[in-house]
């Protein structure tokens, strides 16, 4: 369901208009895609909502996988939506239990995704949620720790993808739905 | 104040609730009995009743805004503002939020802290509730509240689903009601 396959949804433009671009942040060359104004855009932000899960509702997901912290804002409503689980995976340190945990590569230096032990179980079937992929590589983590407790992945969901950066191709071969591409 | 208290007494989705909150001793640090609400979102009924429970009290309130304290406030406070058909305006830590922002500091146990928010998200005269999972000493209440009325808005209510007892008995915060679900779960309580 990207913004380019087929029949758009009419509810996509309108998401689209409603996310802010801010140049240079966090650094010089980046042009940042905010969501915050989307979500000051109630009917924008519910049609976001609502197209995830239109798509996931009878796909039997037994989880949902947000990624810290702007996919906590889109991951809990989807899983409130089509009564899944909902697990953050989130930054080191910030998880109170016992954690696991996968590295990934960032431009300089390496950072680390952790998951509580128990959480997602042998057998469960997944979705990963963030606000948008770029490199893929916390998309990559993500699917790692959940493939590893024996969470079959289903997909990954991001509002928006920066195709250029060619991220789709670093999921291993997991399909992925977005809703607005950045060019 | 507390939701027994205020009309859900022997509700029993907030027994629910409770009981899906996990206690983790030690943690960050020795003595501290740290209130796990991840728990509570793998228990998928007892996450909805908590959602169903804070869109009920706001749904006549008209209420505008949702704001929600990162990062465990963002678990909670779209779902509710998405229910009332409100905006959601997340209140970040330093550095995070991309455009021009307001920041507030408050005081923790050793040092401070910060909370930013951007400065066009909410106008004067907004009605607006905050949200977070957990209140302890209301810092990063107030602080929320400072920079929500810095923009002129309306706090109406601070709202959290567990309230340490520092708050028992307190009805107020910075002079704003504060609504609690539930008290911490005891150290007995199925550690998961």
Avoid at chain 1, 19 to 40: N, S, Y
Avoid at chain 1, 73 to 94: D, E, S, T, W
Avoid at chain 1, 125 to 134: E, F, H, K, P, Q
Avoid at chain 2, 51 to 63: A, L, P, Q, W
Wanted: charged share 25%; glycine share 8%; aromatic share 6%.
């Amino acid at each position: 369901m990207s913004a380019k396959a087929g029949q758009e949804d009419p509810r996509i433009d309108g998401i689209k208009t409603k996310i802010r671009v801010v140049p240079h942040f966090p650094k010089k060359g980046i042009m940042f895609q905010d969501i915050t104004t989307l979500l000051l855009d109630p009917k924008a932000f519910k049609d976001t909502i609502d197209l995830f899960v239109e798509r996931y509702r009878d796909r039997n997901i037994s989880v949902v996988a947000g990624i810290e912290a702007r996919g906590f804002i889109f991951g809990p409503p989807i899983a409130l939506a089509i009564g899944a689980k909902f697990v953050p995976l989130r930054k080191p340190k910030k998880l109170p239990g016992e954690t696991i945990f996968e590295e990934y590569e960032l431009e300089y230096g390496r950072d680390r995704l952790e998951m509580h032990v128990g959480a997602v179980e042998s057998g469960d079937t997944a979705l990963v949620v963030d606000d948008l992929i770029a490199t893929g590589g916390t998309l990559c983590a993500a699917m790692n720790l959940l493939e590893r407790v024996g969470a079959q992945v289903v997909e990954c969901a991001c509002v928006i993808e920066l195709p250029e950066l060619k991220g789709r191709q670093r999921l291993k071969g997991k399909p992925l739905c977005v809703l607005v591409e950045y060019r | 104040m507390f939701a027994a208290e205020n009309g859900l007494k022997g509700d029993p989705r907030l027994e629910a609730i409770s009981a899906a909150i996990r206690v983790v001793p030690n943690f960050p640090k020795k003595g501290i009995m740290f209130q796990d609400i991840t728990t509570l979102l793998l228990d998928y009924k007892a996450f909805k009743h908590t959602i169903d429970i804070f869109v009920d009290r706001y749904k006549d309130m008209h209420v505008s805004v949702v704001a929600g304290v990162e990062a465990r406030g963002f678990m909670f406070g779209p779902s509710i503002a998405l229910a009332l058909g409100a905006k959601f305006v997340p209140l970040r830590k330093p550095g995070k939020l991309p455009g021009n922002v307001i920041s507030k500091s408050y005081d923790l146990e050793y040092g401070h802290d910060c909370l930013e928010m951007h400065v066009d998200a909410v106008k004067a005269g907004e009605r607006v509730i905050v949200i977070d999972d957990l209140v302890a000493t209301g810092g990063t209440l107030s602080a929320a509240i400072s920079l929500l009325e810095s923009v002129e808005a309306e706090v109406v209510e601070c709202a959290c689903v567990i309230g340490l007892p520092e708050v028992k008995g307190q009805h107020m915060l910075k002079g704003k009601p504060l609504y609690v679900l539930v008290e911490p779960s005891g150290l007995d309580d199925h550690l998961c």
